[in-house]
């Protein structure tokens, strides 16, 4: 079983930036490809960004060049670096995790707020 948990979610003014973070528990971290999803109010969940164990990245393309997906490999860690942020950005944020073998596991979310 792998645990992964959010952080650094909060309300941010339009313009803004935030990043989010994932800790994942195991420590085959490296070998899983990590993404963020979000899930609008009203609306199903939707990918965010991906970046896979060799490093290949890709966005949604409403957050192309606004959003960076990143991992540290050493901290377990997956980052989200959000910039330039919009209202309709404002969502519960998941971390995803998907083993090489094709195994899935989410973060418990975190709420990120785009509002003057």
């Known amino acids: 079983q792998v645990q992964l948990v959010e952080s650094g979610g909060g309300l941010v003014q339009p313009g803004g930036s935030l990043r989010l973070s994932c800790v994942a528990s195991r420590t085959t971290f490296s070998t899983y490809t990590m993404a963020w999803y979000r899930q609008p109010p009203g609306k199903q969940r939707e990918l965010v960004a991906a970046?896979?164990?060799?490093?290949?990245?890709n966005y949604a393309d409403s957050v192309k060049g606004r959003f960076t997906i990143s991992r540290d490999n050493a901290k377990n860690t997956v980052y989200l670096q959000m910039n330039s942020l919009k209202p309709e950005d404002t969502a519960v944020y998941y971390c995803?995790?998907?083993?090489?073998?094709?195994?899935?596991?989410w973060g418990q979310g975190t709420q990120v707020t785009v509002s003057s």
């Open positions: 995803n995790g998907v083993s090489p073998w094709k195994r899935e596991y």
């Open positions: 970046v896979t164990s060799s490093g290949s990245t």
